[in-house]
């Protein structure tokens, strides 16, 4: 006789479990990194406090991801539309969503301005070495060699320049003793998770907050499962993985 087994999912409060199975690509970086984020919010009892922003790209397909108030906004714009609501409402946990081409393309400005303010947010990058929803072309984080649509024979840094690290500028020009600054990976959900925590916690605390992901796009990379996981491990040899920033006394 077949027995069924019935695996209730693992979802967060802070998850809207109305939205139905995710609208990302299979095997994309996006659904870890936002169900780790929902269930940090649910460790610190944030949902009631928390705004969600989220960017242009793939990252707008998060827009009814979560179960807390959410705005999506123009491209590269979430930074100032999130610290411009934590702004009118303080004790208000914002939390802004973006890729790489979202805070360090067309939205650089506005995150090198809210990191030398110390504005009181969380900002969440999503880097996956290209832009993913328009195709795979080459992004700011692009690593060199790599191959995407518009740099068919790899990126050749001498024409485009290196690739942007973002938590290592974002580090150079932070207040230290207000603000939490790191890079993590999907690589490791149960660190990522870690992270999430320190951040929204600096956040709680009044201070502002980076956290740099490093994520996955096996369909424009065109990888398989151990490609993908091989691509990872590149990126993480490339951008390391630590926490650059730490205010005195965060746990």
């Known amino acids: 006789m077949v027995q069924t087994l019935?695996?209730?999912?693992?979802?967060?409060?802070?998850?809207?479990?109305?939205?139905?199975?995710?609208?990302?690509?299979?095997?994309?970086?996006?659904?870890?990194?936002?169900?780790?984020?929902?269930?940090?919010?649910?460790?610190?009892?944030?949902?009631?406090?928390?705004?969600?922003g989220c960017d242009i790209g793939c990252s707008l397909l998060s827009w009814n991801y979560m179960n807390i108030d959410t705005v999506q906004t123009h491209h590269g714009r979430t930074t100032p539309v999130i610290y411009g609501v934590t702004r009118a409402n303080p004790g208000t946990v914002g939390i802004a969503y973006m890729g790489d081409g979202g805070g360090l393309a067309i939205g650089s400005q506005h995150l090198v301005n809210a990191s030398v303010r110390g504005e009181n947010m969380l900002i969440v990058l999503a880097n996956n070495t290209n832009y993913g929803m328009t195709g795979g072309q080459m992004a700011p984080t692009t690593m060199p060699g790599q191959k995407t649509e518009t740099t068919p024979y790899g990126r050749d840094c001498s024409v485009t320049g290196k690739p942007a690290k973002g938590a290592e500028m974002v580090a150079s020009i932070v207040d230290p003793e207000k603000s939490y600054v790191a890079?993590?990976?999907?690589?490791?959900?149960?660190?990522?998770?870690?992270?999430?925590?320190?951040?929204?916690?600096?956040?709680?605390?009044?201070?502002?907050?980076?956290?740099?992901?490093?994520?996955?796009?096996?369909?424009?990379?065109?990888?398989?499962?151990?490609?993908?996981?091989?691509?990872?491990?590149t990126m993480e040899e490339f951008f390391e993985v630590k926490e650059f920033v730490q205010r005195e006394g965060l746990e």
């Open 6 to 52: 019935d695996v209730t999912p693992d979802i967060a409060k802070a998850q809207n479990a109305e939205a139905g199975a995710s609208k990302f690509c299979p095997g994309c970086g996006h659904g870890m990194i936002l169900k780790t984020l929902a269930h940090t919010i649910d460790d610190l009892n944030l949902q009631e406090k928390a705004v969600f």
């Open 183 to 233: 890079r993590a990976s999907v690589s490791n959900l149960r660190k990522l998770r870690q992270t999430f925590k320190k951040a929204l916690k600096n956040v709680e605390q009044g201070g502002f907050s980076f956290v740099e992901v490093l994520s996955v796009c096996p369909l424009n990379w065109r990888t398989n499962n151990e490609g993908t996981w091989d691509r990872l491990k």
